[in-house]
């Protein structure tokens, strides 16, 4: 069965992430720069690692710079999550790659990526809201101006503040200035922990930084029962993202994925898709492969997307209109 239509909200997806490689080859060859050896010979992002997908990841940004870039890059990335279903959507935004850090750039690329926001809420029947984020393996320095941009443009459109990048370098206390000045701005708090790290990572990044609510990946959480039941009881939740991990090698297969795991462990647990096109995966196939290996049925999708509103860094009168259309 294809799970294409069923209506599905979406926390994890990083807007330059969801960038089709063609896209970018177009603004590369419009732009006449030259971003390498980043694609393989069917056209689609080549690397092979964790290290070698943030430099590929890194290289495909650089051709989008300026708002417009982004404005359509965001059009073309809600054209395709509507077309999954998906009718409420988060995506992670990266000043340091939107403007350099500079907070007076940020905000013209802050508006022109909202403007296409609200046109897709009319024509295409999506919600977006944006959540900032800065880059872990910058460094903490480097942390501060995306949390000052993120304060800056805290709103109805920017709801939340994050980090992503790799996970290695440092510890997440390190980047404490940066999430108090986003929570103390009303923003809602996520962060990359427990993709590449260990249960410890989860606990260090619960333990580090006030206020967080959402834990980016969070799966190595299943080796620690005590931490899963900490996740449980204090209603953390987890934006699993399935075929990134198994594309990127966190697990070798679907079939030892361990979101039926933390799920039977009372956690509450969302499905997204991380960086769509480099992971050769959709917001359908995501479900249809939980089907196919754990037997999810409509029932078992219904609640992982209510659990997602129930968790979506949105205002209450968002989270009431989305769950409505969840359930018709
Ligand atoms: N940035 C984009 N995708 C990411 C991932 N899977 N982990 C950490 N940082 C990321
Ligand atoms: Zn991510």
Request: aromatic share 10%.
């Amino acid at each position: 069965m294809s799970w294409k239509e069923l209506p599905k909200a979406e926390l994890h997806l990083h807007l330059e992430g969801a960038a089709p490689p063609e896209f970018i080859r177009s603004l590369a060859k419009q732009k006449k720069v030259d971003i390498g050896r980043i694609f393989d010979e069917r056209g689609n992002y080549a690397y092979a690692d964790f290290a070698e997908f943030l430099k590929v990841y890194e290289a495909a940004t650089s051709v989008l710079t300026t708002p417009e870039d982004y404005a359509r890059l965001t059009r073309v990335v809600l054209e395709q999550c509507a077309e999954h279903g998906v009718i409420y959507a988060e995506t992670f935004l990266s000043p340091d790659f939107c403007g350099g850090g500079d907070v007076k750039a940020w905000w013209e690329y802050c508006a022109a990526i909202a403007e296409v926001a609200e046109e897709a809420e009319t024509d295409l029947g999506i919600t977006l809201k944006g959540i900032i984020t800065c880059i872990r393996h910058f460094g903490p320095e480097k942390a501060k101006a995306p949390a000052l941009c993120a304060a800056e443009s805290a709103g109805d459109f920017i709801t939340g503040f994050g980090m992503a990048g790799a996970e290695t370098v440092g510890k997440p206390g390190d980047y404490a200035w940066a999430f108090d000045c986003a929570r103390e701005a009303g923003l809602r708090l996520t962060c990359h922990a427990g993709e590449w790290g260990g249960p410890e990572m989860v606990r260090a990044t619960l333990d580090q930084l006030e206020g967080i609510e959402r834990i980016g990946h969070g799966v190595a959480a299943y080796h620690d029962g005590a931490l899963m039941e900490r996740l449980a009881r204090d209603g953390v939740t987890l934006e699993v993202c399935p075929g990134s991990n198994i594309a990127l090698g966190v697990f070798s297969q679907w079939e030892n994925h361990p979101i039926e795991k933390l799920r039977e462990n009372g956690i509450a647990v969302t499905v997204s898709t991380d960086d769509p096109p480099f992971f050769h995966t959709t917001m359908t196939r995501e479900y249809e492969k939980l089907d196919e290996v754990f037997g999810w049925d409509e029932g078992d999708f219904r609640a992982l997307n209510e659990d997602a509103m129930a968790a979506a860094f949105c205002d209450e009168a968002t989270r009431e209109d989305i769950l409505k259309r969840l359930k018709a």
